[in-house]
């Protein structure tokens, strides 16, 4: 299991997603139904992001089922509603933003960070941005992802770290390795254009990637920094082998 906790910071590792049935006899048993899907990923993992968060609001039975299913250690990591972080000029809707909150509140203990993302074409506005963040409730953990390069200023991390929020890292556009909060959120993401992603198999090999990484979230666990990192489907074309490449590399180096 991927935790490593004496001295060290926690490391929380798995996918983004799970109701995948090309992984069933590969990281799920055969015949797995996909009710049973989240019950054997925990059983390999400790973590998850939640991609359908993104799309819509889950119900109260979803959420609570989520919960149900895995072990007290393990922490979900949801992204918020695309109707939040898309919305034009910031223009989003607050009563669903308490909604999805008070749902998602439902995970208990196992509830990680939550994820912003924010759309590739959002270009600079600390004062609105700024705004959305003071919107939302202290007692959460929040990474916030940012895909246009104008957000790489020291303006956005001293307004990140004035709230104790994650500056997320991803290995595209050249994120700087910045620490704005107790913790820091790592997305692994690849290509779509040369990676299917369903074939439940490893299409591109990256352990080269993945040691030069390792060696970054081993300096973050040595420094007591907490990590939740999460592959993408994209990124080698099958991800519970790039969690545990990366869990033997981290194991290794404690």
Known sequence: MATFQEERGVVHLGTMGWSYSFWVGKLYPE??????????YAKNFNSVEIDATFYRIPSI???EAWRNQVPSFFRFAPKFPQSITHAPGFAYDAEKLGVFLDRI?????????????????LRTD??????????????HLYAIEFRNRSWFTEETYNMLRDRGMAF?????????????????????????KTVNGEKGVVEIERGSETAEWAKKVDALLENGTDVYGYFSKFYS?????????MTRLLTNRS
């Open 237 to 245: 074309g099958f991800p519970p082998e790039d969690v545990n490449a």
């Open 126 to 139: 600390l004062g609105k941005m700024g705004d959305l963040l003071d919107a939302l409730p202290t007692r």
């Open 31 to 40: 015949g797995t139904k996909p009710v049973g899907f989240l019950t054997e």
């Open 61 to 63: 039975s979803i959420i």
């Open 105 to 121: 509140t439902l995970l208990g203990e196992k509830l990680g960070p939550l994820l912003l993302q924010f759309p590739p074409h």
């Open 168 to 192: 997320t890292l991803t290995n595209k556009l050249g994120h700087p390795m910045e620490k704005t909060a107790g913790f820091t959120y790592v997305r692994w993401e690849g290509d779509r």
